[in-house]
């Protein structure tokens, strides 16, 4: 699948490959995508054209097969002060993929070092080629990652194994991030097989209804923020609101759905009228 651009950006290429799934392609292919400051800021705008079109319920984020990003731009950064850099909050604006609503897709290849592997950890799920190498090499720059790097990896993967990681510098395959669970899948080595995957996810998901997908994306993310109580709490009153979805009283299946209507006293009808549902993101 060749990416085409939508619009004209200099360091990402942007194409809808299905027509609920915007694809972003990091193309910086002769500094292995490294992220440079202007590589971010088209990514951003990228991100928050995506977030806000009503035809796009779900993004992918890729490289090339040799590099997802081989992390934050070095030679931009080496003559760098702390002056500068506290007084311009550097690579703050990275956290703006953060706040976007609609589901990440990060189908990684090849190398995904530094803040690369920052970026695929700040997306919502992680496909990954069996050639994707992972690692926060910083250490080896007498720095440390920079962009939530210890933190996130000490979620996922637990502080024994984020520490050796952060601390020697080592590099990790796809098969231990999938082991470790920092990837939700391992796709076939054929060359674009990660992002037909990620797409073909995205693309499910994006079939779903648009405030449920939403919704349970903040969920998830909540469970790293929130204690279980609070985090249970917050679930149940989202969950309860989305009883006055017109989505929630389209979807339900069938075998259910007398039991449903005597619990919930819902419609729930593409479940009752054994079809499929049509959910309209209401
Ligand atoms: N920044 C800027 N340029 C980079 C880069 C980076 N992070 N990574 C690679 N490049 C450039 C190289 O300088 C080289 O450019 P030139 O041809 O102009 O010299 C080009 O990409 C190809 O790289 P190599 O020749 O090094 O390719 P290789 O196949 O021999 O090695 C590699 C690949 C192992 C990924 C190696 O490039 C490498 O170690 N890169 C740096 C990885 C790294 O340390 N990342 C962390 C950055 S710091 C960070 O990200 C901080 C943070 O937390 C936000």
Redesign the pocket.
């Known amino acids: 699948m060749r990416p085409r651009s939508t619009r004209s950006y200099t360091y990402i290429l942007t194409s809808r490959p299905e027509p609920s799934v915007a694809l972003i392609t990091l193309n910086r292919p002769?500094?292995?995508n490294?992220?440079s400051s202007a590589l971010m800021t088209e990514l951003n705008q990228a991100l928050g054209e995506a977030d806000t079109s009503k035809e796009v319920g779900a993004i992918v984020i890729t490289g090339s097969q040799t590099?997802f990003a081989?992390?934050?731009?070095?030679?931009?950064m080496k003559d760098l002060e702390f002056s500068t850099a506290y007084s311009t909050d550097f690579?703050a604006d990275w956290a703006r993929l953060t706040q976007i609503k609609k589901p990440i897709i990060a189908a990684v290849s090849g190398?995904a070092?530094?803040?690369?592997c920052?970026l695929a950890m700040m997306c919502d799920i992680i496909i990954a080629s069996p050639t994707a190498v992972f690692g926060?090499?910083?250490i080896?720059?007498g720095?440390i990652?920079?962009?939530g790097?210890t933190q996130r990896l000490a979620r996922v993967i637990g502080k024994s194994k984020a520490m050796e990681i952060v601390l020697t510098g080592r590099t990790f395959s796809a098969a231990e991030a999938e082991k470790w669970g920092l990837v939700s899948k391992i796709t076939s080595e054929e060359e674009g097989a990660v992002v037909t995957e990620s797409v073909k996810m995205a693309k499910q998901i994006s079939e779903y209804g648009a405030l449920a997908v939403k919704a349970g994306k903040e969920l998830v993310n909540a469970a790293y923020e929130l204690s279980l109580q609070e985090g249970i709490r917050l679930e149940r009153r989202v969950f309860h609101s989305l009883f006055s979805t017109g989505d929630q009283k389209e979807g339900a299946s069938i075998q259910l759905q007398e039991f449903l209507r005597f619990i919930f006293f819902l419609g729930m009808r593409a479940f009752a009228e054994k079809r499929k549902s049509q959910f309209k993101g209401e």
């Open positions: 002769k500094a292995l490294a992220l590099a081989a992390g934050a731009d070095i030679k931009e690579i190398y070092l530094g803040g690369g920052e926060q090499p910083e080896k720059l720095t990652p920079g962009s790097g």
